[in-house]
């Protein structure tokens, strides 16, 4: 990018001082309300071409920066990395996400906003009710343009390529599970990744060093089962039929940010004087929080702040009875409420690492939610209160 880290007003100044408005910059003077109307225009065509960077603050005249260079007058109260993330949530398809930063000037009571934008692999990126596709032109009069067709058609392309590359790392983690883990019994499968995993983020021994460390892991890896693969590393836990309740277990970490875990659901009794069987829910969810944890250290440890998708799936579960939701001593609760009668069910949501790190409890319960609707055989409505104070209180 344009700026190193950490942005100083006398970066912005040597910014200024070195570029004027083009293909990859663009300044404007305060942020009222028709900056506010023009930046999805203006993020949207830098994430649609090779990157650049707004800066809010610096009056130009023709493209060209007009000193002094003192900032704008900072509104009080505003959160303005927050409100540059809600206007590219609520007006760019997909959304984009820049890094927003703050500077205060040496001018009493003024401020610089400094926008970076990445190019995007998740490109085109449209506006206006996603009817609109802009880019860069390199003009000052007309520093973006609406794209050509044969233009959205090579950004289409180049979308289409980290999803080829998401499905084939999904299919080699896949096979290298069943080393430990076999798809002919129960088991849960969690699949985290960036919605286009276009390059990657990290070289292979930062992953291995990453998941090395205690904190990071979140106990999901044993260190000593630990083993390099091609793109990062692995864990691989195997059935121990001599020990109390050790899953069979494999966790995944590859250096594009797909992170892959699968365990088998371990068979319980329903109650302690109750011999009928079910799943045992923890192995369900425990992998599934974690991985997610594990993933939100992850991406912000390699500067990765876009779209994930996370996949839920439970595998080979017909007939089967999991409670998901705390037990009621009172009415006992029957294991018929809470038979599955398909062999698979899964859930898949898009989020952005911010989501998973603020909002993970309502991130988890919408997709144990989603999950344990097949498992709710009662007339009564689906339980998702209790599940969700289920999710609050294993959290804890």
């Not at 579960?317 to 698979?344: I, N």
Request: proline letters at 6%; charged letters at 25%.
């Amino acid at each position: 990018m344009i700026f190193q880290r950490a942005i100083t007003v006398q970066q912005v100044r040597d910014v200024c001082a070195r570029f004027n408005e083009g293909i990859r910059v663009e300044y404007k003077s305060t942020f009222d309300a028709s900056v506010r109307e023009q930046l999805p225009k203006i993020i949207s065509s830098f994430a649609n071409s090779q990157g650049g960077v707004l800066v809010v603050g610096v009056r130009a005249v023709n493209g060209v920066p007009q000193a002094p260079f003192e900032g704008f007058a900072r509104a009080p109260r505003e959160e303005y990395p927050l409100t540059v993330e809600n206007i590219c949530l609520q007006n760019i398809h997909p959304p984009a996400f820049p890094r927003t930063e703050v500077i205060e000037s040496d001018t009493p009571n003024q401020v610089f906003l400094v926008i970076e934008v990445e190019e995007s692999g998740d490109a085109p990126h449209a506006i206006e009710n996603s009817k609109k596709v802009y880019v860069r032109t390199g003009n000052a009069a007309n520093p973006y343009d609406l794209a050509e067709v044969d233009l959205i058609i090579d950004l289409l392309k180049k979308r289409r390529e980290p999803l080829e590359r998401r499905d084939r790392l999904l299919r080699l983690a896949e096979q290298r599970s069943q080393q430990s883990v076999p798809c002919d019994v129960p088991f849960v499968k969690v699949v985290i990744c960036p919605a286009f995993p276009r390059s990657a983020l990290c070289a292979p021994r930062e992953v291995w060093e990453f998941l090395r460390m205690p904190q990071n892991n979140m106990g999901l890896v044993d260190l000593n089962s630990m083993r390099r693969i091609p793109d990062g590393a692995a864990s691989l836990v195997y059935p121990d039929n001599t020990r109390v309740h050790i899953p069979a277990q494999y966790v995944e970490v590859g250096n594009h940010g797909l992170l892959f875990a699968t365990r088998h659901l371990a068979v319980i009794r329903w109650a302690q004087n109750d011999q009928r069987e079910q799943l045992f829910f923890r192995d369900f969810f425990q992998p599934l929080l974690r991985l997610t944890v594990l993933a939100e250290r992850f991406y912000s440890a390699h500067g990765y702040r876009g779209n994930l998708t996370i996949n839920v799936s439970l595998h080979h579960v017909q007939g089967r009875a999991m409670r998901f939701v705390a037990y009621d001593p009172y009415t006992g609760d029957d294991p018929e409420e809470f038979r599955c009668y398909a062999d698979e069910v899964s859930a898949e949501r898009l989020v952005t690492v911010d989501e998973i790190r603020t909002q993970s409890v309502d991130v988890l319960t919408g997709i144990l939610a989603e999950v344990t609707w097949a498992f709710w055989q009662s007339n009564a409505e689906h339980p998702a209160a209790r599940l969700r104070r289920s999710v609050e209180q294993m959290m804890q």
